[in-house]
């Protein structure tokens, strides 16, 4: 796990690929501030933010934590995107437990999103942001 961060820095520098036909690029600031905005709207606190990079930061995953300070289970959004056509753009919320000391998580799954960089797709990927952030509130 020492390749995860908590700097979006890196990210925010890579360039957008040029839209095409067939292509719709969903840049990576979409994932990670319209996620981090739709969740304070309605009044949550991102407890910890991380991210993952691949070939140089084309293929980024992440992952935001929501602070639940009644319980041990803790919502979580997690997302990927590419900028090179090697993953869709996919958003899925669930709860992260911590199981026992050793750090053992497990992951329940209330809401997936995933598609294809074609068509609506970032259209479609907003409109399920305010899903996923909804099914939080309905899990937890």
Not at 40 to 49: F, Q
Not at 92 to 102: E, K
Not at 112 to 128: A, I, P, Q
Request: aromatic share 8%.
């Amino acid at each position: 796990m020492k390749n995860w961060q908590s700097n979006t820095d890196f990210l925010r520098t890579i360039p957008l690929p040029e839209q095409t036909a067939t292509y719709k690029p969903v840049p990576h600031a979409v994932f990670l501030d319209e996620i981090k905005d739709e969740l304070y709207k309605r009044g949550h606190s991102v407890k910890t933010e991380r991210y993952l990079t691949a070939n140089n930061g084309l293929i980024m995953t992440g992952n935001f934590t929501v602070d639940n300070p009644d319980s041990h289970i803790n919502p979580a959004i997690f997302f990927t995107n590419s900028y090179n056509k090697m993953r869709k753009a996919e958003l899925m919320t669930g709860a992260i437990v911590l199981v026992c000391s050793n750090g053992l998580i497990r992951q329940e799954v209330a809401h997936r999103f995933s598609k294809k960089h074609s068509g609506t797709v970032l259209e479609d990927l907003r409109n399920n942001i305010v899903l996923a952030v909804e099914s939080v509130e309905e899990e937890f």
